[in-house]
Every structure is written in structure tokens, then in C-alpha cells.
């Protein structure tokens, strides 16, 4: 335990009235998630990474040590490393952190404030009937001890456009026999809001779910240490005004999804 300027406390310690305790656990040993970070972009205030599928953002519940920030403040020696958004554990692509406290309000605000183009691509069912590109406006509610989001009626708090990029040819990814599946396409996604989920449930509600979504339309469980079947859906780009040098900055990933190997060609 130490106070916030990282004294320790120890028996003797005076109480002081409305004083910050830090307590610090030691972190569970972690299976490693066999995947790396790929950096993008660092200068003295950002550091842009391209994050591979199954490694969370931040450190959190079960993943400590196994996330992106916790892996790169060891690697880089950057304490200070902090997310200016979200990014699921399950989702790979841009991910954008501040490495400096005093640099960290001014660039998330810019997400919370809308001011950030962010572009997703995902392979997801083809449905002739389905008339794109569209945009998809729902109330989503994400509720305390539940794992899915789910959109309920009331005004709509979440917006998304979603356009087909083109359909991807059987057998996607490498060595795979999809003779028998339904058609799928490669999409582009792109919110407008940045509520939990809300791409996916937004495809779901199409009739078109993200594949290996094991959340929506119906929620299937995933052993941890499964990394057959990731979720195919990549952050692909993120391009903001920097509210520090004023100049556009446009950051994108060299990823592709497993099941559209050509998708990032697509997407330029």
C-alpha cells in the first residue's frame, strides 16, 4: 500500500482525512496470449499499435499482465501508457494511447467528444434483400452483470453505417472448405457513436451477425485459451485533427481478417 506519491504505508503511518491509498495485488500468474503488438506509430505523446485479436486493451478482470498496456509499459519502460478509447479484447486492429498524464484528457476527449473517423471492416453473412449501404440507429443498454449488450426500445443512442465492400470468395482463409456455407461479405463499419458492442449487436440486428461472434445473435461460451475462431472484425483506421500540433493524422492497420485475406487491399 502507498500514498499517491508512492510512499509506503507501514504501521506507523499517520491517518490523514481524505489522503488517496493506492493498494497494489500481485497479479495472478497469466497464460500468454500468443500473439504480439505491432507499434505504428510513437512519438512523445502518442503511441499507435496495431492489436492483435484476443489480448485485451487494459488490464482488467482476469487479464493483468495479458493487455496492451500493461505489456507495453514494461516493453517501453512508459508507465504513463493509458488508452484515449476502447477497443475489445476480441476485435484487433488500431488502438490509440497517450504515453504522458498531462497529455491524456486532451486526446480522449477528442473520442468522447465524436471528433474521431473511425472505420471498421468485418465478414459477415451476404443477404440479397439487404439494401446498403445503410445506417443503423438503435438504444443499446449495456446492464450490470451481464455479459451481452442488447438494444431496447427508446431513443436511439448509438449510430453506425454500414456499406458491403464486396462478397469473399469461398474458402477465405487459407485451406478452408466453405463449399457448404452460406455467401459471405467483406463490410466496412462505420460509427458514429461508440457504445459497447455496438457494431456487432448493429450486424446482428441486420440478420447479418459478424462471424465467430460468439455473443449475438446468441451467446455460446469460448474456452480463454481458444484462438481458433476469432472474431472478424478489424478497427481498421482512425484519422483525427491532433489537438496538440493541430495537423491531421490518419493511422491504419496492416491486418487482415482471417476470412478476407484480400480485405485490406479492399479497404484502401
Known amino acids: 500500500?502507498?500514498?499517491?506519491?508512492?510512499?509506503?504505508?507501514?504501521?506507523?503511518?499517520?491517518?490523514?482525512?481524505?489522503?488517496?491509498?493506492?493498494?497494489?495485488?500481485?497479479?495472478?500468474?497469466?497464460?500468454?496470449?500468443?500473439?504480439?503488438?505491432?507499434?505504428?506509430?510513437?512519438?512523445?505523446?502518442l503511441l499507435v499499435v496495431d492489436k492483435p485479436h484476443f489480448l485485451a486493451s487494459t488490464p482488467r478482470g482476469a487479464y493483468v499482465v495479458e493487455s496492451v498496456v500493461v505489456r507495453l509499459r514494461r516493453e517501453l519502460g512508459l508507465p504513463e501508457i493509458s488508452p484515449a478509447h476502447r477497443l475489445d479484447r476480441i476485435t484487433a486492429g488500431v488502438l490509440v494511447l497517450t504515453t504522458r498524464r498531462e497529455r491524456r484528457g486532451a486526446y480522449q476527449r477528442l473520442f468522447a467528444e465524436r471528433r474521431v473517423t473511425k472505420t471498421y471492416e468485418a465478414v459477415a453473412p451476404l443477404r440479397e434483400d439487404l439494401e446498403l449501404p445503410c445506417t443503423v440507429r438503435s438504444r443499446i443498454v449495456k446492464r450490470h452483470g451481464t455479459l451481452p449488450a442488447e438494444e431496447v426500445p427508446g431513443e436511439p443512442n448509438s449510430e453506425s453505417l454500414v456499406?458491403?465492400?464486396?462478397?469473399?470468395?469461398?474458402?477465405?482463409?487459407?485451406?478452408?472448405?466453405?463449399?457448404?456455407?452460406?455467401?459471405?461479405?467483406?463490410?466496412?463499419?462505420?460509427?458514429?457513436?461508440?457504445?459497447?458492442?455496438?457494431?456487432?449487436?448493429?450486424?446482428?440486428?441486420?440478420?447479418?451477425?459478424?462471424?465467430?461472434?460468439?455473443?449475438?445473435?446468441?451467446?455460446?461460451?469460448?474456452?480463454?485459451?481458444?484462438?481458433?475462431?476469432?472474431?472478424?472484425?478489424?478497427?481498421?483506421?482512425?484519422?483525427?485533427?491532433?489537438?496538440?500540433?493541430?495537423?491531421?493524422?490518419?493511422?491504419?492497420?496492416?491486418?487482415?481478417?482471417?476470412?478476407?485475406?484480400?480485405?485490406?487491399?479492399?479497404?484502401?
Open 1 to 45: 500500500m502507498v500514498d499517491e506519491i508512492g510512499r509506503p504505508f507501514h504501521e506507523g503511518s499517520v491517518f490523514v482525512p481524505g489522503a488517496l491509498v493506492y493498494l497494489y495485488r500481485d497479479a495472478p500468474d497469466e497464460p500468454r496470449v500468443p500473439f504480439e503488438i505491432d507499434v505504428l506509430h510513437h512519438d512523445d505523446d
Open 163 to 268: 456499406e458491403l465492400v464486396g462478397p469473399v470468395p469461398r474458402g477465405g482463409r487459407a485451406g478452408a472448405d466453405r463449399s457448404g456455407e452460406a455467401p459471405r461479405g467483406l463490410y466496412r463499419l462505420r460509427p458514429r457513436t461508440g457504445k459497447t458492442h455496438q457494431l456487432r449487436l448493429h450486424m446482428a440486428s441486420l440478420g447479418v451477425p459478424i462471424v465467430n461472434d460468439n455473443f449475438y445473435p446468441t451467446f455460446y461460451d469460448v474456452a480463454p485459451d481458444d484462438y481458433s475462431a476469432p472474431l472478424q472484425l478489424l478497427a481498421r483506421s482512425v484519422e483525427l485533427d491532433d489537438p496538440i500540433t493541430g495537423e491531421r493524422r490518419r493511422f491504419v492497420s496492416r491486418r487482415t481478417l482471417a476470412e478476407a485475406p484480400g480485405g485490406a487491399r479492399a479497404a484502401t
